[in-house]
């Protein structure tokens, strides 16, 4: 019952910025973490960034440090993913992923297509 709905994704000139949301719907949805993933043709899924909800409290993947940064809109069950200064190594499909509630359940987003020019 509970879906993750991104958009924002699309094509843009390296150096330039995009932000990607990630928008829950469902009822009761209280996630332990939410996260971002990304995978570029030929290889494996990544991860990228996440937050853990109760102290709202950001982490990275070291290479994505300094550029990325990773915020939520309670009140919208929404998870936003900054990418400034980007670059072409950052193409590919970004994903939202979420672990909610006592159970763990997880959740992934159909991703959506980041496409950075040179």
């Known amino acids: 019952q509970v879906q993750l709905v991104e958009s924002g994704g699309g094509l843009v000139q390296a150096g330039g910025s995009l932000r990607l949301s990630c928008a829950a719907s469902g009822r009761s949805f209280s996630p332990n973490t939410m996260r971002w993933f990304r995978q570029a043709p030929g290889k494996e899924r990544e991860f990228v960034a996440g937050?853990?909800?109760?102290?709202?409290?950001?982490y990275y993947a070291d290479s994505m440090k300094g550029r990325f940064t990773i915020s939520r809109d309670n009140a919208k069950n929404t998870v936003y993913l900054e990418m400034n200064n980007l670059k072409p190594e950052d193409t590919a499909v970004y994903y939202c992923?979420?672990?909610?509630?006592?159970?763990?359940?997880?959740?992934w987003g159909q991703g959506t297509q980041v496409t950075v020019s040179s």
């Open positions: 937050i853990w909800w109760s102290g709202n409290t950001p």
């Open positions: 992923y979420a672990e909610a509630g006592t159970s763990r359940m997880k959740y």
